[in-house]
């Protein structure tokens, strides 16, 4: 287990957790049909928990391209090494929701709803205006930045100043941190707030085999990846500029 296994097993979890719950609570004949937003915003918090957990001792458990790049212009992680986190993490993403997809066939296939087989994937707006929606991922991956910075300094002090992200705080509070940010702001995008974790799923939406399946919205792909890196950076500045990058 490396950084770059860490970061591809972590993203796997989070994903297979995320997009299982989307299918469990939107797809035909689940035990879960229809059981709603608290349960989806539930599980994807736990699944931030428990990808923390596995990838947190040795990587930090970024898990998300917006992490990686906030941590990485604040100097507490390095530029050279955001290439191969994201693409962990997309690879990750893919893979999960791949997981996802595998476990839910049966359900998949008993589903005409286009749109209901695309929502396990990637996110999608309720209202699409994309300047409001690139606004509201802005804001979510912020919060979730600007606590994340706040709550702990993401190097761990043993001499070596190693780089460990969220994983400094425990995957506890993480998981408390995305339940709220789905819940009180998630309602209008379904809230990406981590790159990787829509573009990876909708590549698997558009190159598995799932019978019946409409469009991967690449028109609207931009969006879940734009508005988090701008968000992150956002947080990351506002942070540098308050001056608590010195102080710690």
Request: overall charge negative; cysteine-free; proline content about 6%.
């Amino acid at each position: 287990m490396d950084a770059f296994v860490a970061e591809f097993v972590g993203t796997s979890l989070l994903l297979a957790m995320g997009s299982g719950v989307v299918a469990n609570v939107v797809l035909n004949k689940t035990k879960g049909q229809n059981s709603g937003w608290i349960v989806i915003t539930t599980a994807w918090a736990l699944g931030v928990f428990i990808g923390v957990v596995v990838a947190g001792p040795y990587s930090g458990a970024h898990l998300n391209p917006a992490v990686s790049i906030a941590l990485a212009i604040t100097g507490d992680f390095p530029w050279g090494d955001v290439p191969s986190y994201v693409f962990a993490q997309v690879l990750g993403a893919m893979f999960g929701s791949g997981i996802s997809w595998i476990v839910y066939k049966d359900h998949f296939d008993a589903t005409d709803d286009q749109g209901l087989k695309f929502a396990p994937f990637a996110t999608a707006p309720a209202i699409r205006n994309y300047s409001s929606n690139l606004i509201s991922e802005i804001v979510g991956t912020s919060v979730l930045i600007i606590v994340i910075l706040y709550s702990t300094e993401p190097i761990l002090q043993d001499g070596n100043n190693t780089p460990i992200g969220l994983g400094s705080l425990g995957a506890l509070p993480v998981a408390f941190l995305v339940w709220v940010i789905g819940l009180s702001l998630g309602g209008t995008t379904g809230y990406a707030i981590n790159p990787a974790r829509d573009l990876g799923p909708r590549i698997m939406h558009q190159i598995l085999p799932i019978r019946g399946k409409g469009t991967s919205d690449w028109a609207y792909s931009w969006v879940p990846i734009l508005g988090p890196i701008i968000g992150a950076s956002l947080a990351a500045g506002i942070y540098l500029l308050l001056g608590v990058g010195g102080m710690v």
